[in-house]
Every structure is written in C-alpha cells, then in structure tokens.
C-alpha cells in the first residue's frame, strides 16, 4: 500500500517512484486513464470577480528547473560528504520528484528528509551525525546555502530559457494594467538570480510584489505566501489568478482563495489538480493562454483529457 511503498523509499531513497502521492484522497477514473481529486479545502473563490492581479510561480512555472535543483542537492551532498547507514545520500529522478511534491522549500525538504531516514554524518562535524538541535541547524543552513549557489552557478550557464508563453503571458499583464508579482518557496538569492537570468531586469523591476521562501514563516501547501502578495498589491485574493505547476502550488493558490491555472511539468502531469480552472502542458503552443481568456474567466480545460475518449461518457 501507499505507506508500505513511502517506507521503502526512505529506507532506499535512490529509487522512489512508487511513492508519489498528492495532498488529498483521489480515485482513479477508469475508461479516461485519469486521475481525479476531490476539490481541495479553500476558501471560496468568487469566479465572477474582476481579475486584477496575475502571480507566477517561479519554479516549475517561469523555469523548468526540477533537474536543476535536484543536480544542486546531490553537488551538496558530496561536497560535504553526507553518509547515512553507510551510503553517500544521493536523490534520484524518481525520489525527487515525490518530495518536490510532497514538501515545498529546501530547508523544510531536507528536515523532512533527515527526519525519515535519520540525520546524516559529513565532513561538517568530523564525520559524524550532528549532536544537538545547534549542529543540526547549522547543518541545514550551510547545506541549503551550498545548494543556492551551485543552483545559481547552473542558471548562469546561458543554456536556460523560460518556459514557452510565459514572456508573452507577462508583458500582456503589465500591458492590461494588471499587477503582477512572483512568489516561490526557493530561497530569494537564487529566485533573483533566476528572474534577472530568464526574464530580463526590466521586467523584474516592474514586479509590483516579489516574495521569497524566507520572506514568510510557513511555506507552501500553506496559503500564506499567497495571502500576503495580495495584501502586499492591494488587492482581493479573489481577483488574483496564480500559475502553478503541481499539487502543492494548487493547494497554497486555493486556500488563499485565488483562482489558478496549472502548467504541469513531467514530474507533476499525472496529479490530479482538483481545482484548477486549467491545466496545460505550457503557457503557450497550443494552450496559448492569454489574458483576455483569464480576465474573461470562462475557459476551463485539462489537455490531458482525449476529447474524443470522453465523448461517448459525456
């Protein structure tokens, strides 16, 4: 079962991919192949709302940066010689990419971590497990600043683009009057870099709202970091549209009782996002998101879904 499968990733974190999970209970629509949610616990949203506020998040939304992140974490982890039960710690593909949707943030993913599979010996402390809650702190932090900068270093390789449509989806917001804002889990240092790298200082500078993973005291799933953006902007939760990429992004979007469409990325296409209003491979060809289409509010689609499957269910 799920917990039997969870257990045997954190004994052997090289090969998870049998324990993805989403945030809430789920049942599998047979003859479309899908998989289907019951609407996540949030606050109402009132859809006729007159849109005034577009959020992105950062990664997975502007970048698709999950192998970015997960080559910073292993760099860490060797540079600093992390050893549990004997074994260098070393995230795969698979084991990433069920904590990237199971934990936001670095911090709160590495305490998770350490906390299921027990804290690790490294060339911190002489090669050994941290003592007290003082050396496992400062064990994170160092960890967590090694892993920016080599996520940073990586970015500034010039081989990364943004993501297709997300340029154009941006600059029609600021050319409707719309605010707009970025608010990610990651740690502000390398969402700046990130920005300044993919989307140009000039329209980093025309932000209205910009919060960081340090910037609130909880993290998504938690609606905080959205909450606060509207407070920041002056506007209504209800009247901001949020592009997520996964579960936990959805969850944080529609607690904070914001609409939200889902640009999934392969490691987050086959979750559920009950919820979302639409879920698209990308931003642009062929979903072709357009402000117009969001400030209209009545375009809901999933491009995951066979029309021609459903059809004869309809």
């Keep these: 079962d799920a917990q039997a499968q969870m257990a045997s990733a954190m004994r052997s974190f090289r090969t998870a991919g049998s324990a993805r999970q989403t945030l809430g209970p789920a049942h599998h629509n047979a003859h479309l192949g899908l998989r289907v949610a019951p609407p996540i616990r949030a606050r109402p949203v009132q859809t006729h709302a007159t849109m005034k506020a577009l959020i992105f998040d950062c990664d997975g939304v502007i970048l698709e ?3 970015l992140h997960r080559k910073a974490y292993n760099k860490a982890w060797e540079n600093f010689d992390l050893i549990i039960d004997g074994k ?3 995230w795969s593909e698979d084991f990433y990419d069920m904590i990237q949707n199971k ?7 590495m305490r998770w971590f350490f906390g299921q599979v027990g804290w690790p010996a490294s060339n911190l402390f002489n090669n050994q497990v941290p003592a007290s809650e003082e050396e ?5 932090d160092t960890l967590q600043a090694w ?4 996520y940073i270093e990586l970015i500034g390789s010039g081989e990364v683009d943004a993501r297709p449509g997300v340029l154009r989806l941006m600059d029609e917001a600021y050319a409707a009057g719309l605010k707009v804002a970025v608010c990610s889990a990651a740690t502000k240092d390398s969402v700046v870099f ?3 790298a993919l989307l140009g200082p000039d329209r980093v500078k ?13 993290l998504k799933p938690d609606p905080l970091i959205y909450v606060t953006a509207a407070e920041k902007m002056g506007v209504s939760p209800d009247s901001c549209v949020v592009i997520e990429d996964s579960m936990v992004g959805l969850a944080a979007a529609r607690g904070a009782g914001m609409r939200c469409v889902i640009t999934y990325t392969n490691s987050t296409k086959t979750q559920a996002f009950g919820g979302a209003e639409r879920i698209v491979t990308c931003l642009g060809f062929p979903a072709n998101v357009t402000v117009a289409e969001l400030m209209e509010g009545r375009t809901v689609q999933d491009d995951r879904v066979n ?6 269910f309809i």
């Design 65 to 67: 940066s999950e192998e």
């Design 88 to 90: 260098p710690v070393e």
């Design 103 to 109: 934990v936001g943030g670095g911090k709160p993913k």
């Design 136 to 140: 496992q702190n400062h064990l994170i």
């Design 147 to 150: 892993k920016t900068k080599t």
């Design 194 to 196: 990130t920005l300044d």
């Design 206 to 218: 025309a932000l209205d709202c910009f919060l960081g993973g340090n910037d609130v005291a909880r």
């Design 307 to 312: 029309l021609d499957e459903v059809a004869p």
